[in-house]
């Protein structure tokens, strides 16, 4: 299993602003992947964040928006640019179960941003 | 293209009774893995249960127990002896054997009543 720290595990935020959500994981994994889960809704791959490269980005979702950085095997971060009201979500980061065998995701708590 | 599909957005179920939640999915891969996952309120998204597709055994973790039938693509999970503490969101996911994209389906919720 694997251990995941995200900060901030809420905030409101103004309209216009930015904020970098952190994801911290106890053990060195491939990929991170950043979700958003809008209110009521399911989780949406934002996209997958490799280390010492360029993010993938999912359909509708654009760098410019939501830069991601990953310096290195155990830490990520999504920035949620030039926010609205419309992304006011959880952000959930993830990784996959590092054995073969299992194929799951584990989760942080999630950050839930209330954009004003 | 993998679907995972939720049919109850809402259930509930009396304390100490069985409920079952369903959950379908499309795909033309034969290998693959389904999953369960449990988010209480404001709180963080667990796993409940996991069912390679390869296994005809259905998985059993305590209460839950799935009922995987692939060839009609379904994969429902039973709770039995319902608790307060199941009241959750529960989603039903998809993740291919070879690729690390999951499919999510849309949730349902489920309370337990006293």
């Known amino acids: 299993s694997a251990v995941i720290s995200q900060k901030p595990s809420r905030d409101i935020c103004q309209r216009g602003t930015s904020l970098t959500i952190q994801c911290q994981v106890d053990?060195?994994?491939?990929?991170m992947f950043w979700y958003r889960q809008q209110p009521g809704q399911s989780l949406t791959l934002i996209a997958t964040?490799?280390?010492?490269?360029?993010?993938?980005?999912e359909s509708g979702f654009v760098i410019d928006k939501f830069p991601i950085s990953r310096p290195n095997l155990t830490f990520s971060t999504l920035t949620v640019s030039n926010m609205s009201p419309e992304d006011s979500s959880i952000y959930l980061c993830?990784?996959?179960?590092?054995?073969?065998?299992?194929?799951?995701?584990?989760f942080g708590e999630g950050s839930r941003l209330t954009v004003l | 293209a993998q679907t995972v599909t939720q049919s109850q957005p809402e259930m509930s179920v009396q304390e100490a009774e069985t409920v079952t939640l369903s959950c379908t999915y499309d795909?033309?891969?034969?290998?693959?893995?389904l999953f369960w996952y449990k988010q209480p309120p404001s709180r963080q998204m667990i796993l409940v249960i996991r069912?390679?597709?390869?296994?005809?055994q259905n998985a059993t973790e305590n209460r839950f127990s799935v009922n995987f039938q692939k060839a009609a693509k379904s994969f429902s999970l039973k709770i039995s002896d319902s608790q307060l503490g199941d009241t959750a969101m529960y989603f039903c996911?998809?993740?291919?054997?070879?690729?690390?994209?999951?499919?999510f389906g849309t949730g349902t919720s489920l309370t337990v009543i006293p």
């Open positions: 053990s060195q994994v491939t990929m």
């Open positions: 993830s990784v996959a179960g590092t054995s073969s065998n299992t194929g799951e995701l584990f």
């Open positions: 996911a998809f993740r291919t054997n070879t690729g690390n994209q999951f499919y």
């Open positions: 964040a490799n280390q010492g490269s360029e993010a993938t980005y």
């Open positions: 069912q390679e597709a390869y296994k005809q």
């Open positions: 795909t033309s891969e034969n290998n693959y893995y």
